[in-house]
């Protein structure tokens, strides 16, 4: 039997709400993949935004922990002539200590960030540079205590020469290829194998 149905035989109202539905799901699943390519693109972009902001503070830190250890210190004159130089040598670096920490803190949120998206391998390959901070605090720390800063009258102060040179390997800055700017190239080398990969492949 053969149907054969004749233009005005047509319900062309039902027909244009079928391509209408059609036209509408078409256009819903094009625009699911565009949201899918593009929430791809903004995490894309935001992973690489991080990963470029984690090498740049990091270098930023290193910079503030070779200024810590900047052998030149300015002495205010009228402290020093007030018997006040080791209070303005401590002054001094105080200061350094307090802009390295504010930067530090940037990296630790930077840090913070990383984990979360890259685990705990993200935030590990900060470690070292935290340990670096740490020990530099302790040298200052030293540092002054062998200069009497912090003995009361009558301690002894264990200040020999062969002590003073090894902890002032710490704190005062020679080279790039002295051995605590080494081992601070190093840490920073551990941050940049990281994340290098990943700013890379923008």
């Excluded at 709400?17 to 094009?30: C, E, K, N, P, Q």
């Excluded at 912090?150 to 002590?163: F, I």
Aim: glycine residues 6%; proline residues 1%; hydrophobic residues 40%.
């Amino acid at each position: 039997m053969n149907i054969c149905l004749t233009l005005t035989e047509i319900n062309w109202a039902l027909t244009k709400d079928v391509f209408s539905i059609i036209g509408t799901v078409g256009a819903l699943i094009f625009a699911g993949f565009g949201l899918s390519t593009w929430k791809r693109q903004l995490r894309g972009t935001s992973e690489y935004e991080l990963a470029k902001k984690s090498i740049l503070l990091t270098y930023e830190v290193q910079q503030l922990i070779q200024g810590v250890r900047n052998p030149m210190l300015y002495l205010r004159k009228e402290e020093v002539e007030a018997g006040r130089k080791i209070e303005e040598e401590q002054r001094i670096y105080d200061e350094r200590m307090k802009a390295l920490y504010l930067k530090w803190a940037e990296l630790q949120t930077v840090r913070l960030e990383s984990k979360v998206i890259w685990s705990t391998n993200a935030h590990d390959c900060f470690n070292d540079i935290q340990k670096i901070i740490g020990e530099l605090r302790g040298a200052i720390w030293l540092h002054f205590w062998m200069k009497g800063a912090y003995a009361g009258p009558g301690a002894k102060v264990d200040n020999n020469p062969d002590r003073v040179i090894e902890n002032g390997k710490i704190v005062y800055f020679e080279s790039d290829e002295d051995e605590f700017s080494l081992k601070i190239k190093s840490s920073v080398e551990k941050v940049e194998n990281f994340f290098k990969d990943k700013v890379r492949s923008r």
